[in-house]
């Protein structure tokens, strides 16, 4: 039996026998509820209180409406009261105190996307816009008829035709306002003139600019929702459109959108949490990922279980089954479509890496501090200095810099000052010297030329990578990396031409 024939047998055996586990798992468990993807959480508040005397605390619970599903959980301390405010629900735990208390409050949450297109002529006033007027008002925090609130939005819509170009324009230039992460409240009028906001001041500027202009538009207020704890809720903005409270996230970049993993908590201008003035309080959200079906009969390895038995990280979990599926996809833009990268795992573990700095905000930190890491290696190359004292100078070269980095980033607020700690630094260091090395071989042009390409590659499998669906089926089936293998084994037979080749030789090709 020749080599392409034991490999071919050897492929096919890694592919079929993952995929008829696969499927046998899914039949076998068909009773039980579908694999459910990340939008599925358990949600947990923690109070903890100290002080005498009576004491009050109230917070908001989310509604069930078209987009958000909620289960309460029965086994937690319950409200005293729960009370509705319009449309919003607040739960009232209050008693006597004599010394220390520890409240938690436990629901599950399920949430979809939603999503709106924006009809192209909608009409600038709208009929139903009075019956809202309570929502195009200015309030304290949101001052629509202030006189620098009113220029901006007429310099914003003096061009503007119709209602959505109108929004369009308001909502790109609050997006486009720098983000500052601050606990100070941030009204309408302090976001414009500090051009510089967090979630609340870029909504309140928002709601501002279309309340100005008689466009009904209201904040509101919730979690993102990841497998953490927290104590950062979120502000965004509703706008009244068609009859439809229409979603926008000027911090996020979300228009006419609103994520499944943003759980709705109460709309208006409200705190989130509110209690007795004499007491001692600290708080957290304990928000973690919910399975309804972890597949478990005729599982040949149950990872959720073990996770869970040995209290895992899934984040790591996830990562180390992402490795050969991110290495198997370079390979396919190396071997198959032509694209040169710096290496096979580089593009990987960045794009790994991107997944918990932001791809844009990521990709220009990256790239900074490999360029300004690099030019370390030019004078070390005139001094004759040998190899392994230049990486070890270069390392310290990074190390440096990432502290300036560090540094620089919490003065500016532009990102968590921590985002250069999310890059190895011996990743950072092995790539700033290779891309040197290629300036000093090839030219300025052509290192530059393969670092883009690498950019290219990497960004490429970050979006496929970033698939919440994807990282719980590897999880779930990780049986699923030996498909990975028998698809490798594949692909080292590949043979033809790169996709990226055929114009060289189309000439050939033709004749």
């Known amino acids: 039996m020749n080599h392409h024939k034991t490999v071919n047998i050897i492929a096919a055996t890694l592919i079929l ?3 008829f586990m696969i499927l046998l798992r899914v039949y076998v468990n ?8 990340s939008h599925n959480y358990t949600i947990t508040y923690q109070f903890d209180l100290a002080g005498d005397g009576n004491y009050k605390v109230d917070s908001y619970l989310p509604v069930n409406n078209k987009r958000q599903q909620i289960m309460l959980s029965s086994e937690t301390d319950s409200p005293s009261t729960i009370l509705l405010k319009g449309e919003n629900k607040l739960a009232r735990w209050e008693g006597f105190l004599d010394s220390s208390q520890h ?19 909608i009409p600038k006033v709208e009929i139903y816009s009075r019956l809202f007027a309570d929502y195009t008002e200015p309030t304290e925090l949101i001052q629509s008829q202030d006189e620098r609130i009113a220029a901006l939005a007429d310099s914003l819509a003096a061009d503007q035709k119709y209602l959505n170009d109108v929004i369009t324009s308001f909502f790109n230039y609050v ?6 992460k601050t606990s100070e409240l941030t009204d309408a009028v302090m976001a414009y003139e500090n051009q510089k906001a967090s979630c609340n001041g870029k909504s309140r500027l928002l709601v501002a600019l279309c309340r100005n202009k008689g466009i009904p538009a209201r904040v509101t207020g919730g979690l993102i929702l990841e497998e953490t704890t927290k104590r950062t809720s979120h502000l965004w903005v509703e706008i009244m459109i068609e009859g439809h409270w229409v979603p926008f996230d000027a911090l996020n970049g979300h228009f006419a959108f609103l994520p499944s993993h943003y759980m709705q908590l109460y709309t208006g201008d409200e705190f989130l949490i509110k209690r007795s003035a004499d007491l001692e ?4 959200y304990v928000i973690e990922q919910k399975r309804v079906n972890n597949y478990t009969k005729y599982s040949s390895f149950n ?17 180390l089954l992402l490795l050969p599926i991110g290495a198997f996809l370079v390979a396919i833009f190396k071997n198959v479509v032509g694209i040169k990268t710096y290496g096979v795992f580089l593009p990987v573990l960045i794009s790994l890496i991107l997944l918990k700095t932001g791809l844009v905000s ?3 930190l990256f790239s900074s501090l490999v360029m300004v890491v690099s030019l370390v290696n030019f004078p070390l190359e005139k001094l004759g200095v040998q190899y392994n004292a230049k990486i070890g100078l270069m390392l310290i070269a990074v190390v440096v810099t990432a502290l300036l980095a560090i540094k620089l980033l919490h003065q500016t607020q532009w990102l968590d000052p921590t985002t250069p700690l999310f890059f190895p630094i011996i990743i950072l260091t092995i790539i700033s010297e290779k891309f040197a090395k290629k300036v000093e071989e090839e030219g300025l042009i052509a290192a530059v030329t393969l670092f883009l390409s690498t950019a290219l590659v990497t960004v490429l499998i970050y979006f496929i990578l970033a698939a919440d669906y994807l990282q719980h089926f590897v999880v779930t089936f990780p049986e699923s990396i030996l498909i990975v293998a028998g698809l490798s084994l594949k692909l080292g037979k590949w043979l033809g031409l790169r996709v990226l080749e055929y114009h060289r030789f189309a000439k050939v090709l033709n004749s």
Request: with cysteine; aromatic share 14%; charged share 20%.
């Open 303 to 319: 990872l959720w279980g073990l996770i869970d038995e040995a209290n895992l990280p899934f984040g790591m979990m996830k990562v």
């Open 281 to 284: 309080f600290d708080y957290n």
């Open 175 to 180: 997006n486009e306002i720098p983000s500052a």
């Open 103 to 121: 409240i938690t409050f436990s629901f599950d949450y399920s949430g979809m996307d939603l999503s709106y297109q924006l009809g192209p002529e």
């Open 17 to 19: 026998c993952p995929i």
């Open 30 to 37: 068909s009773n039980d509820e579908d694999l459910t993807p």
């Open 362 to 364: 990521g990709l220009i």
